[in-house]
């Protein structure tokens, strides 16, 4: 059922940046027709119209999660990587089990998360994938596709890989695979091929992501990767700023901040993202506004690993695009766009005031913001022509009791997401706080395996 009514919401928020919030006294019933948004207002069923009960309910734009790291759901709360920051929890998490992620465990990990971010109203991910190269014994691109499509999520592949990699390994464990980069370019020719849409409408994209510009790839590759993104028309993103590190890198090897680095090596511009940039100066924040630059804010891991708050309303009033993601759930533990919203409320006012990041910001950047760093220019916002990826919160739930503004409820409330229903370009993709036809106890005792294979492997369990 592509073609519907939603109808008598209490609230209604766009996505838009400016007037976002409608009220039953403007109308909040949205028609839905052949998975495009057909009217807004206070509407009337049509003869023979599908009719969704939205009352006591408010409706949003999915949300956008522009950075993630699927295979992580089976990474989520590693003893060894608990209360050290960055540097040491690569070691400890993500290389150290990376190399051991095979096709099964990928599979399971990437369906899981997909799940748990659908259930909190998310409908379209990026996820940031870099097992690529020697010893994957297994395509990654297909499998994060075929989860996604499992599941009817719009996804972006942001790939990534390196050409080099830091050697954290030891004779015990192999070190993370990577690539030459004739082989990278392949890769993604083939990949690009097989999976990429190139439209504003498009339920699959791919994205050039090499996991991190110092440390993947030599400067001359990091240019070459960025004339290719833009010869075959895809985007570039890559990790940036993450804590202090990565400055005092570039200072000692370059003499410069890694913004104005990047800059010199092409990787700037309305078609590039950075996942991070919580250490940025006043230059490198006016040269990421000037250029349209995009971050992909995640508050969450960056709070979770003492890693810092990035200054995005500062970003923001720069003219940079701001976007939200929920980062690997080894660092999060979480795959929840409500949660990672409800945190970035509070943590942005723990640190500037009461006054930080009103809530209806956050839902701009979280769903608007992300479709169009993406460029998914028909997603994002509830509009007349726009694709009807919309989430439609419950609000009979003791959470949401006493609230006097319900439009903002979802993200100031925070805890679970309490979903009626979620769509998909009017696919209907969550019903009553469940997905339809999901197995969900196979999945788990799927995960059950895979972590216990993973603590047996890395001798965390005889």
Known sequence: MRSFLIQGASALHTGDAEGAIRTPAQGTDVRVRD???????????????????????????????????????VLKNVSAGQGVPLMPWL??????????????????????????????GCTTVADHHYLFGAGVGHDPAAVLFGAAESLGARFVLLRGGATRTRSFATSEHPPMPHESL?????????????????????MR?????????????TPDELRELARTARRWGLGLHSHLSETTDYVRFAAEQWGMRPVHWCAEHEWIGPDVSYAHMVHLDDSEIALCGETRTAIAHCPQSNGRLGSGVAPVQALHDAGAVVTVGVDGAASNEAADMVNEL?????????????????????????????????????????????????????????????????ATAPVTAGGG??????????????????????????????????????????????
Do not use: C
Request: glycine residues 8%.
């Open 91 to 120: 070691e400890a998490v993500p290389y150290h089990h990376g190399p051991l992620i095979d096709e099964e465990a990928l599979t399971v990990a990437a369906t899981l998360g997909l799940a748990e971010l659908l259930l909190s």
């Open 417 to 462: 997401a309490h979903l009626r229903r979620v769509w998909v370009a009017g696919r209907e993709v969550v019903r009553d706080g469940a997905i339809p036809g999901f197995d969900l106890p196979m999945w788990l005792a799927r995960a059950r395996r895979v972590v216990q294979r993973l603590q047996q492997r890395t001798g965390v369990i005889a």
């Open 182 to 202: 004739d082989q990278m370019l392949s890769s993604l020719d083939d990949t690009a091929r097989r999976f990429h849409q190139p439209g504003g409408d498009a």
């Open 35 to 73: 998975g495009l948004i057909a009217e807004v207002g206070a509407l009337a069923p049509e003869p023979g119209e599908a009719v969704v009960d939205a009352r006591d309910a408010v409706l949003y734009p999915g949300w956008v999660n522009t950075h993630h790291h699927l295979f992580q759901t």
């Open 342 to 406: 409800h945190a970035a409320w509070l943590i942005h006012r723990a640190v500037k005031g009461a006054h930080a990041q009103p809530a209806e910001q956050l839902v701009h950047w979280a769903t608007d913001g992300g479709a169009r760093a993406l460029g998914l220019t028909q997603v994002g916002r509830i509009a007349v022509g726009m694709q009807a990826d919309l989430a439609l919160y419950d609000l009979n739930h003791p959470r949401y009791a006493g609230h006097h503004e319900l």
């Open 205 to 217: 994209k791919v994205v050039i992501a090499p996991t991190t510009p110092f440390y993947s790839s």
